[in-house]
């Protein structure tokens, strides 16, 4: 697992914002998960947050699962650690690499 890090507002947000540009090769079954912070900033009403950790733990586990399949368990789990309620918008998108 690597991860791939970026600053700065998200594409499209803003108009005329400057963006970095990053690039990394994938391999055939390489999988790409792009989220917003809403995912890792879910919170129990403890305050506790859900965090990249436990994000990347449960990704690790489901990582053999259909794109759709890994979608739904992530915000399945998000929705239940954080007792039901979000606290941000949330937005996911699996990227898996063919030959």
Do not use: C, N
């Not at 990704?59 to 309620?85: I, N, V």
């Amino acid at each position: 697992m690597e991860r791939l890090l970026s600053d700065g507002m998200v594409a499209g947000v803003e108009p005329d914002i400057s963006h970095d540009e990053r690039t990394t090769e994938l391999s055939p079954g390489d999988r790409l998960l792009l989220y917003t912070d809403g995912i890792t900033e879910a919170r129990k009403d403890s305050g506790e947050m859900l965090g990249e950790e436990r994000l990347l733990s449960l990704w690790a586990s489901l990582a053999e699962d259909s794109a759709q399949r890994l979608l739904d368990a992530l915000y399945r789990w998000a929705k239940e650690f954080s007792e039901g309620h979000f606290h941000d918008d949330i937005a996911m998108l699996v990227i898996t690499a063919e030959e």
